[in-house]
């Protein structure tokens, strides 16, 4: 089982350490979902879609760290007044690319598709000390009222 060390490092943001194990992407998707409950509660329609496209886009991600990039190291979450930011670390210093023209009828490779259809802004940087970060943002626009994440 995939475990993950929770460091919060302010109200706004969440740093988790993934141990490599069975899991990790579905454990992703959970601290992703608790993340925008915490920090954008009810968002109303536009923001739970919203919302349920991040957590998609953390499954590709992860998955694709998975399955190209010597597994995750890390995951970053970040709230920003009206989006989610996301950071998902792995080993491998080669940036995603698509390896072949998308299509839907395919069983796999619609993980890069959906990040660039999906997410408002996105992009990948190396890493200090090997390997990449790719990240994302999702635009959440929180409904009158939300619970306030101050």
């Known amino acids: 089982m995939a475990r993950a060390e929770a460091q919060p490092t302010d109200g706004h943001s969440w740093r988790y350490e993934l141990t490599t194990g069975h899991g990790v992407v579905a454990q992703c998707r959970a601290l992703t979902q608790r ?7 009810s968002a109303g329609e536009p923001g739970r879609r919203a919302a349920d496209d991040a957590v998609l886009l953390v499954s590709e991600v992860v998955t ?8 995750p190291s890390e ?5 920003t007044e009206r989006a ?12 995603p690319r698509p390896h072949r023209r998308h299509h839907a009828a395919r069983a796999s490779g619609h993980g890069l598709y959906l990040v660039q259809r999906l997410a ?12 990449k970060t790719v990240w994302f943002e999702v635009d959440i626009v929180p409904e009158a009222g939300a619970q306030d994440r101050s």
Request: aromatic share 10%; with cysteine.
């Open 35 to 41: 993340a925008l409950l915490e920090w954008f509660g």
């Open 64 to 71: 694709n760290a998975c399955t190209h990039g010597g597994l």
């Open 75 to 79: 995951l970053k979450l970040t709230a």
């Open 84 to 95: 989610l930011w996301v950071q998902i670390s792995d080993n491998s210093p080669e940036a």
């Open 120 to 131: 408002a802004r996105w992009g990948c940087v190396p890493r200090r000390h090997g390997g």
